[in-house]
């Protein structure tokens, strides 16, 4: 059972340009959740998605940002006419359920930076 | 608002030597997770724990849910254990119940 899959790794992007960040769950799991690392911060909840549906995204800012999981294929995160202070490490993971009784686990990363 | 503290911030220690990090929280919550980070590297989940006690390998950790602490112990620690060591709460109840809320990190420096 392979893990959570992210790609790409790596991400270089200039500021203007847009940023598309992929995330495959675990098979089984239909609950994705996007957070991000800053340089030298800890990570911090973005948003949780079921498939079709945006549960909660109260910690994505308000603008630029964007999330999806289809009903087919990947999560994506968007994010459009990136900044400098974009650049950092963003971690999704999935869970077969949410609440206490579900790990979730946690995917490799995408490292984006932004010239 | 859930606050999660983790100490010490750093921490050096001689192969060989347990290790402890210490994580205290601040709201109820239903669950903990420890998890590791390498330098540049992915988020691997240690534990996920309620109560009590866990052990896997040369790692344990253990939560006391009254005092709103958990500890996450090493035994003879290797240089390969060299990682950042990371807690996330669970809130226990309501919206935002699936929102982990983590620790700042622990960098552990195993010297051999």
């Known amino acids: 059972n392979a893990g959570v899959m992210q790609n790409p790794r790596h991400l270089v992007r200039r500021r203007g340009q847009e940023a598309r960040l992929r995330c495959s769950p675990m098979k089984g799991h239909s609950h994705v959740y996007w957070y991000r690392q800053l340089p030298e911060e800890g990570l911090k909840f973005m948003v949780y998605?079921?498939?079709?549906?945006?549960?909660?995204e109260s910690g994505m800012p308000k603008e630029r940002f964007s999330a999806e999981f289809p009903k087919e294929g990947p999560s994506i995160l968007r994010i459009q006419q990136v900044v400098r202070g974009d650049s950092a490490a963003y971690f999704c993971?999935?869970?077969?359920?949410?609440?206490?009784?579900?790990?979730?686990?946690f995917g490799p990363g995408t490292r984006l930076t932004v010239t | 608002k859930n606050e999660v503290e983790q100490s010490p911030q750093n921490l050096t220690a001689q192969e060989g030597e347990f290790i402890t990090i210490n994580c205290s929280y601040s709201?109820?919550?239903?669950?903990l997770h420890w998890l590791q980070q390498h330098p540049g590297g992915g988020i691997v989940s240690l534990f996920m724990l309620s109560s009590g006690k866990k052990k896997h390998g040369r790692l344990i950790a253990t939560i006391n849910i009254q005092e709103k602490h958990s500890s996450l112990h090493i035994t003879a620690s290797h240089p390969r254990d060299s990682a950042v060591y990371i807690c996330?709460?669970?809130?226990?109840?309501?919206?935002?119940?699936?929102?982990?809320?983590f620790g700042k990190g622990t960098k552990l420096s195993v010297i051999p």
């Open positions: 709201v109820g919550i239903s669950a």
């Open positions: 998605l079921q498939k079709e549906n945006i549960i909660d």
């Open positions: 996330a709460a669970l809130p226990y109840s309501g919206a935002g119940s699936y929102q982990l809320t």
């Open positions: 993971a999935s869970s077969p359920g949410t609440g206490a009784s579900y790990e979730q686990y």
